[in-house]
């Protein structure tokens, strides 16, 4: 039993590297194959948008793929062919924003709430602490404190 089991996770690992790739759509070359892969898994299918073309079943995602490939069997450096794909499609299609002067509103606003909050935060639990809480008490409150504190005391 534990045999089969065993088998069968094997198998189901096996099969999931294969993802939405076609057989059609493999290059010959292992190293071409393996850019092209490495692209693809860097490239945003804009139909399910959050998937890589390389996880997509998307007929768009097909296209992309072969794309990829067609750019690399044509002697394109992995720069070109993302700027290849980017000028086609706009800088949506990266998983992965650029750091650039443009996507620079995209990159800070995340440390630039977290800086903003510590502040608050910060600023908050400093003027609390500076505060007193409560009312003083009355003459006859402290009368009657200090008679039940000596009472206490006996």
Same mark, same amino acid.
């Not at 394109?76 to 706009?90: C, K, L, M, N, W």
């Not at 606003?109 to 600023?123: C, D, R, Y």
């Given at each position: 039993m534990m045999r089969r089991l065993a088998l069968f996770i094997i198998l189901i690992l096996s099969a999931m590297p294969a993802l939405a790739v076609n057989p059609d759509e493999v290059m010959k070359d292992p190293a071409l194959e393996a850019r092209a892969r490495a692209l693809s898994a860097q490239l945003r299918c804009?139909?399910?948008?959050?998937?890589?073309?390389?996880?997509?079943? @998307?007929? /768009? +995602?097909?296209? /992309?793929r072969v794309l990829v490939r067609e750019?690399?069997?044509? !002697?394109?450096?992995?720069?070109?062919?993302?700027?290849?794909?980017?000028?086609?499609? !706009?800088?949506?299609?990266?998983?992965?924003?650029?750091?650039?002067t443009k996507t620079l509103l995209l990159w800070g606003?995340? +440390? @630039?709430?977290?800086?903003? !909050? @510590? !502040?608050?935060?910060?600023?908050a639990a400093r003027r609390k602490r500076g505060k007193v809480t409560g009312t003083s008490l009355s003459a006859d409150e402290k009368a009657r404190l200090d008679a039940l504190l000596k009472e206490d005391v006996r």
């Open positions: 804009m139909v399910c948008q959050n998937q890589s073309i390389d996880d997509s079943n @998307a007929e /768009l +995602a097909k296209d /992309l750019r690399i069997a044509d !002697g394109d450096s992995d720069d070109e062919v993302i700027a290849y794909v980017v000028s086609r499609y !706009g800088e949506f299609v990266l998983l992965k924003p650029r750091f650039e606003t995340p +440390a @630039a709430l977290l800086l903003i !909050g @510590a !502040g608050v935060m910060f600023f």
